[in-house]
């Protein structure tokens, strides 16, 4: 995994009805050049399983594991691995547009920003 532009972070909780738009949306951007980083925040539903599944077919997901800690901790431990350039964090039940990532990245790149931000 070189140059990687962007890493998603996804802190997960018992987000198994959810996380397939999810990892589908993140997994189909048109950028491409993406690491995609779950952490398992001590789901008690089949969210892991159903992660590994994904990283099993799709090499730029990574998955982790901890015991209940909170949604800081999981950001905070997926960010400890992250190795893109830029980082943005997604929630286990949202989705994202297909173009976000490209458009995101390439207005940080062209503003020379250290942050982008757009609206849901």
Known sequence: MNDIKVSIVIPICNVERYLKECLDSVINQTLKDIEII???DGS????WDLTQRYAEIDRRIRVYQQKHGGVSTAR?????????KYVLFVDGDDWLN???LRVLAEEAEKSRADMVVCSA
């Open 44 to 47: 008690t539903d089949h969210t």
């Open 38 to 40: 779950c952490v398992d």
């Open 98 to 100: 297909l173009e976000m």
């Open 76 to 84: 905070n431990l997926g960010l400890s691995y992250a190795a893109g």
